[in-house]
């Protein structure tokens, strides 16, 4: 089963980064849910009991970065589709 997980922002003392930051925050666990729907029942045929983790890691610039790690093998970790 792959897990989903979000590496969020912390927040700044600078009200209008904090702000940013917060949106950022919220796109990524809106990412991780559109995701986490998506693969609730995909899992790698060779290696059914494998735990692959994809990571949605929000950054400064106010964007969101998908991660996949811990994939069992590079077959199931390019079928994943991580576009949002
Ligand atoms: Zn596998």
Same mark, same amino acid.
């Given at each position: 089963?792959?897990?989903?997980? %979000? ?11 904090? @702000? ?10 809106? @990412? ?5 729907? $998506? ?5 790698? =045929? ?10 949605? $890691? ?5 964007? /969101? %970065? ?5 994939? /069992? /093998?590079?077959?199931?970790? =390019?079928? @994943?589709?991580?576009?949002?």
């Amino acid at each position: 089963m792959i897990t989903v997980k %979000t590496k969020e922002l912390g927040k700044p003392s600078d009200l209008v980064k904090n @702000i940013k930051s917060i949106a950022t925050n919220e796109l990524a666990k809106a @990412i991780a849910k559109q995701l986490s729907e $998506r693969l609730k029942n995909v899992k790698c =045929n060779n290696h059914p009991s494998s735990n692959p983790i994809i990571i949605i $890691r929000a950054d400064d610039n106010g964007k /969101c %970065t998908v991660l996949k790690e811990n994939f /069992c /093998c590079t077959e199931f970790k =390019n079928s @994943i589709d991580i576009t949002v």
